[in-house]
């Protein structure tokens, strides 16, 4: 393709979106290790989940075949083909248990070629041992201290690399959260968590102010360590597991550690957040109590009834369905296209159209440039907002 005039489009679009005056919603894909590492094309020496865990080169190479292969091959709006100074950075990338993991869950490898490893939650069936747990060193004592040692090895490493004669970026290392509830579900597991609420409530907030303990401590030293300011304007967390509590106990049991996880790291916002989860119920009271606006989502929510709800300046991304992007038909995935533009989501100006949420492995090219030419054909404006 022409990659100049590609990204001659793109930048017109990202620029109009920014303005408030967009010509067509952008359009984005999630990729997750998982579609690499799945994908024997650009997997070619068969890395395990494993190899990926244990050897830094082996990450770093990986990142090296993602980014070359995203530039060359997925159409989205973003920049593509050969970068004009450097290539991104690698990332020491430890999936979603980093933070369970780190604080002393046992990782176990289920499947190693096709699936990342899981946790299995410490205090599931002890509870009490919360309180013989110390929080570890957040940049030497568990997890952390092999995230430590692959951001050393990584950043040496690109130092003396190039690729197709250019150098690469810096490491990123995981310096936010996927959120205080989800490590607690973690730790605890989600039905004991939720019946702790109700049957043990003491314990349940011991257990909450032990995670923001360690993550607040985490977060701040990696920050220091990198030279990152401890508070931005905006500061932007996940929490996936919210997804399972209605509203009221949203705002009782778990509100009040996003408050404070909130204070530690923002300088008021605006905010955001990413629920992939059927999480729409809280979607207002984080907009009002934390100054959210925008919201990274999952295929569950109803994005047209999410934007009646907050108004048009509030910025919603996603949310076409994994499985209908990986299976199609075409003519499927360009319905789901046409009908989400058209579900009133666009008012304001202010969508980003993209899975919801995270592509899953072995989905065609195909059917993502199918999403992509739906996107450009249905997401237009027909005046500037």
Known sequence: MDFAAHNEEVRRV?????????VRVPIEF?????YFIADRQINVDGMTWKDFFESPEMMFQMYMRRH?????????????GPPEKEWPGAAVDFQNIYEAAWLGCELRYIDERDNPPDIWPMFKEAKEKLYDTEIPDPLHGGLMGRVY???EYMEERRRNYLLEGKPVGATSVPTGTDGPFTLACALRGPTEVCLDMYQDEA??????DFVMRAIISRMKAWRQLLGQPEKSQSFGFADDSIEVLSPQAYKRFVLPYHKRLVEEFSLGGPNSIHLCGRASQHFKILRDELNIQAFDTG????????????GPDVLLRGN?????????PPEGICKAVKDLCQSGVMEGGRFIL????????????????????????????????
């Open 30 to 34: 999630n990729l997750s290790m998982r």
């Open 299 to 310: 295929f569950p929510s109803d994005l047209g009834k999410c934007r009646q709800e907050l």
């Open 320 to 328: 076409i369905h994994p499985e209908l992007l990986r299976e199609g």
């Open 354 to 385: 993209c899975d919801g949420n995270n592509v899953a492995p072995l989905t065609p090219l195909a059917h993502m440039r199918v999403m992509y030419e739906a996107g450009k054909e249905y997401g237009r404006y027909q005046r500037a907002c």
């Open 203 to 208: 314990y349940y907030h011991d257990l909450m």
């Open 68 to 80: 070359r292969f995203v530039r060359y091959n997925v159409v989205a709006d973003w920049e593509m």
């Open 149 to 151: 040692e692959f951001y």
């Open 14 to 22: 990202r620029e109009a979106f920014e303005a408030r005056r967009p």
